[in-house]
Protein backbone atom coordinates (compact mmCIF):
# COMPACT_ATOMS: atom_id res chain seq x y z
CA UNK A 1 0.00 0.00 0.00
CA UNK A 2 1.17 3.30 -1.22
CA UNK A 3 1.81 5.91 2.08
CA UNK A 4 1.12 9.78 1.59
CA UNK A 5 3.25 11.32 -1.08
CA UNK A 6 3.76 14.93 -0.69
CA UNK A 7 6.00 17.67 -2.79
CA UNK A 8 8.52 19.17 -2.82
CA UNK A 9 10.42 17.97 0.13
CA UNK A 10 12.65 21.18 1.00
CA UNK A 11 11.29 24.45 -0.34
CA UNK A 12 13.51 27.78 0.09
CA UNK A 13 11.84 31.13 -0.57
CA UNK A 14 12.61 34.91 0.94
CA UNK A 15 10.32 36.92 2.97
CA UNK A 16 6.64 37.94 1.07
CA UNK A 17 7.14 35.42 -1.69
CA UNK A 18 4.53 32.33 -2.04
CA UNK A 19 4.58 29.30 -1.86
CA UNK A 20 2.68 25.80 -2.35
CA UNK A 21 2.61 22.21 -1.00
CA UNK A 22 1.36 19.38 -2.81
CA UNK A 23 -0.06 16.36 -0.74
CA UNK A 24 -1.57 12.82 -1.98
CA UNK A 25 -3.49 11.07 0.64
CA UNK A 26 -3.60 7.29 0.85
CA UNK A 27 -6.12 5.66 -1.42
CA UNK A 28 -9.52 5.51 0.09
CA UNK A 29 -8.36 8.14 2.84
CA UNK A 30 -11.33 10.35 3.28
CA UNK A 31 -9.63 12.38 5.87
CA UNK A 32 -6.75 14.60 5.44
CA UNK A 33 -4.65 16.86 7.49
CA UNK A 34 -2.20 19.56 7.39
CA UNK A 35 -0.02 20.01 10.39
CA UNK A 36 2.66 22.41 10.88
CA UNK A 37 5.79 21.59 13.15
CA UNK A 38 8.32 24.18 14.60
CA UNK A 39 11.33 22.83 14.67
CA UNK A 40 11.37 21.87 18.64
CA UNK A 41 7.81 21.45 18.76
CA UNK A 42 4.65 18.95 18.28
CA UNK A 43 3.14 19.12 15.23
CA UNK A 44 0.36 21.57 15.03
CA UNK A 45 -3.14 20.86 13.42
CA UNK A 46 -3.59 23.73 10.60
CA UNK A 47 -6.64 22.28 8.75
CA UNK A 48 -8.46 19.14 8.08
CA UNK A 49 -10.58 17.74 5.56
CA UNK A 50 -13.62 15.23 5.05
CA UNK A 51 -13.64 14.60 1.60
CA UNK A 52 -13.60 17.73 -0.02
CA UNK A 53 -14.97 19.50 3.17
CA UNK A 54 -13.34 21.34 5.73
CA UNK A 55 -13.71 20.10 9.40
CA UNK A 56 -11.61 21.98 10.76
CA UNK A 57 -9.47 25.60 9.93
CA UNK A 58 -9.95 27.20 13.45
CA UNK A 59 -6.08 27.06 13.74
CA UNK A 60 -5.35 28.71 10.08
CA UNK A 61 -3.53 31.70 9.94
CA UNK A 62 -6.57 32.97 7.18
CA UNK A 63 -5.18 36.20 6.09
CA UNK A 64 -1.78 34.26 4.49
CA UNK A 65 -2.32 30.70 4.30
CA UNK A 66 -5.21 28.65 2.32
CA UNK A 67 -5.75 24.76 1.24
CA UNK A 68 -8.19 22.86 -0.93
CA UNK A 69 -9.08 19.71 -1.85
CA UNK A 70 -11.79 20.00 -4.40
CA UNK A 71 -11.81 16.80 -5.89
CA UNK A 72 -12.09 14.94 -2.40
CA UNK A 73 -8.39 13.49 -2.96
CA UNK A 74 -5.14 14.93 -3.26
CA UNK A 75 -4.92 19.13 -1.39
CA UNK A 76 -2.76 21.81 -2.05
CA UNK A 77 -2.14 24.54 1.05
CA UNK A 78 -0.55 27.55 0.00
CA UNK A 79 0.90 30.74 1.79
CA UNK A 80 1.03 33.95 0.55
CA UNK A 81 2.91 36.30 1.47
CA UNK A 82 5.25 34.27 3.57
CA UNK A 83 6.80 35.16 6.80
CA UNK A 84 10.06 34.53 8.60
CA UNK A 85 8.10 32.42 10.87
CA UNK A 86 6.11 30.52 8.53
CA UNK A 87 9.97 28.13 8.71
CA UNK A 88 8.65 24.81 9.29
CA UNK A 89 7.99 21.19 8.15
CA UNK A 90 4.39 21.29 6.61
CA UNK A 91 2.89 17.61 7.07
CA UNK A 92 0.06 15.95 5.46
CA UNK A 93 -1.60 13.18 7.26
CA UNK A 94 -4.47 10.95 6.29
CA UNK A 95 -7.38 8.70 7.52
CA UNK A 96 -10.25 6.52 6.63
CA UNK A 97 -12.77 8.35 8.61
CA UNK A 98 -12.26 11.47 11.39
CA UNK A 99 -11.70 8.42 14.06
CA UNK A 100 -9.22 6.02 12.66
CA UNK A 101 -5.30 6.19 12.93
CA UNK A 102 -3.79 8.81 11.05
CA UNK A 103 -1.12 7.90 8.66
CA UNK A 104 1.68 10.62 8.14
CA UNK A 105 3.67 11.66 5.09
CA UNK A 106 7.69 12.32 5.00
CA UNK A 107 6.82 16.29 5.35
CA UNK A 108 7.95 19.60 3.41
CA UNK A 109 10.70 21.49 5.41
CA UNK A 110 10.04 25.13 4.34
CA UNK A 111 12.90 27.62 5.08
CA UNK A 112 11.64 31.17 4.78
CA UNK A 113 14.60 34.13 4.69
CA UNK B 1 -8.17 22.75 26.43
CA UNK B 2 -6.22 19.88 25.77
CA UNK B 3 -2.00 20.05 26.74
CA UNK B 4 -0.07 17.97 26.37
CA UNK B 5 3.58 17.23 27.97
CA UNK B 6 6.41 14.82 27.37
CA UNK B 7 9.13 14.43 30.07
CA UNK B 8 12.13 14.23 29.40
CA UNK B 9 12.56 16.23 26.78
CA UNK B 10 15.86 14.75 25.61
CA UNK B 11 17.55 11.16 27.13
CA UNK B 12 20.71 9.34 26.33
CA UNK B 13 20.98 6.09 27.33
CA UNK B 14 24.18 3.46 26.75
CA UNK B 15 22.75 0.45 24.26
CA UNK B 16 20.74 -2.76 26.16
CA UNK B 17 19.17 -0.41 28.63
CA UNK B 18 15.46 -0.45 29.06
CA UNK B 19 13.28 2.86 29.12
CA UNK B 20 10.68 4.90 29.95
CA UNK B 21 9.14 7.74 28.39
CA UNK B 22 6.62 9.82 29.41
CA UNK B 23 3.21 11.44 28.43
CA UNK B 24 0.40 13.29 30.03
CA UNK B 25 -2.73 15.41 29.07
CA UNK B 26 -4.97 17.25 30.84
CA UNK B 27 -7.85 16.68 29.80
CA UNK B 28 -8.54 12.57 30.38
CA UNK B 29 -11.82 12.37 28.17
CA UNK B 30 -9.62 10.83 25.00
CA UNK B 31 -11.25 7.91 22.87
CA UNK B 32 -7.49 6.66 21.99
CA UNK B 33 -4.03 7.96 22.22
CA UNK B 34 -0.91 7.28 19.82
CA UNK B 35 2.79 6.83 19.98
CA UNK B 36 5.07 8.81 16.92
CA UNK B 37 8.34 8.40 16.11
CA UNK B 38 10.03 11.08 13.65
CA UNK B 39 13.43 10.93 12.55
CA UNK B 40 15.77 13.61 12.15
CA UNK B 41 14.18 15.52 8.44
CA UNK B 42 11.29 12.66 8.42
CA UNK B 43 7.81 12.54 8.81
CA UNK B 44 5.97 10.80 11.52
CA UNK B 45 5.60 7.05 12.08
CA UNK B 46 2.82 5.87 14.06
CA UNK B 47 4.20 2.97 16.59
CA UNK B 48 1.36 2.08 18.77
CA UNK B 49 -2.27 3.40 19.25
CA UNK B 50 -4.27 2.48 22.21
CA UNK B 51 -7.92 2.86 22.98
CA UNK B 52 -9.33 4.55 25.78
CA UNK B 53 -11.08 0.86 26.44
CA UNK B 54 -6.95 -0.56 26.89
CA UNK B 55 -4.45 -0.15 29.06
CA UNK B 56 -1.77 -1.09 27.09
CA UNK B 57 -0.20 -2.20 23.32
CA UNK B 58 2.79 -3.82 22.76
CA UNK B 59 4.53 -4.20 19.17
CA UNK B 60 7.74 -6.26 19.46
CA UNK B 61 10.29 -4.12 22.02
CA UNK B 62 7.69 -1.21 22.60
CA UNK B 63 4.86 -1.54 24.96
CA UNK B 64 3.03 1.44 25.63
CA UNK B 65 0.29 2.15 28.49
CA UNK B 66 -2.36 4.91 29.43
CA UNK B 67 -3.91 5.68 32.64
CA UNK B 68 -7.10 7.72 31.74
CA UNK B 69 -7.89 9.08 35.16
CA UNK B 70 -4.24 10.25 35.79
CA UNK B 71 -3.78 11.46 32.31
CA UNK B 72 -0.81 9.71 31.69
CA UNK B 73 1.18 7.00 29.23
CA UNK B 74 3.81 5.56 29.01
CA UNK B 75 6.46 4.03 26.32
CA UNK B 76 8.65 1.53 27.22
CA UNK B 77 11.45 0.46 25.26
CA UNK B 78 13.37 -2.93 26.45
CA UNK B 79 16.19 -3.43 25.12
CA UNK B 80 17.39 -0.33 23.79
CA UNK B 81 19.66 -0.60 20.37
CA UNK B 82 21.26 2.78 18.33
CA UNK B 83 18.64 2.25 15.89
CA UNK B 84 16.12 3.58 18.20
CA UNK B 85 17.69 6.99 18.33
CA UNK B 86 15.07 9.49 16.86
CA UNK B 87 12.28 11.61 18.71
CA UNK B 88 9.30 10.10 20.37
CA UNK B 89 5.79 11.72 20.25
CA UNK B 90 2.91 11.37 22.12
CA UNK B 91 -0.59 12.72 20.74
CA UNK B 92 -4.51 12.68 21.83
CA UNK B 93 -7.63 13.78 19.56
CA UNK B 94 -8.87 17.15 20.71
CA UNK B 95 -12.31 16.04 21.78
CA UNK B 96 -14.50 13.00 22.00
CA UNK B 97 -15.62 13.20 18.29
CA UNK B 98 -12.62 15.17 16.60
CA UNK B 99 -9.34 13.50 15.34
CA UNK B 100 -7.46 16.98 15.69
CA UNK B 101 -4.35 15.67 17.53
CA UNK B 102 -2.30 17.12 20.36
CA UNK B 103 0.93 16.73 19.91
CA UNK B 104 3.46 16.63 22.47
CA UNK B 105 7.05 18.28 21.59
CA UNK B 106 8.54 15.02 22.20
CA UNK B 107 11.34 13.16 23.45
CA UNK B 108 14.81 13.05 21.60
CA UNK B 109 16.29 9.57 22.16
CA UNK B 110 19.44 8.82 22.01
CA UNK B 111 21.07 5.14 22.15
CA UNK B 112 25.08 5.49 22.79
CA UNK B 113 26.84 2.12 21.16
Known amino acids: EAGVAQSPRYKIIEKRQSVAFWCNPI?????LYWYQQILGQGPKLLIQFQNNGVVDDSQLPKDRFSAERLKGVDSTLKIQPAKLEDSAVYLC???????????FGPGTRLTVT | KQEVTQIPAALSVPEGENLVLNCSFTDSAIYNLQWFRQDPGKGLTSLLLIQSSQREQTSGRLNASLDKSSGRSTLYIAASQPGDSATYLCAVPRGRNNNDMRFGAGTRLTVKP
Open chain 1, 93 to 103: ASSLSTKDEQY
Open chain 1, 27 to 31: SGHAT
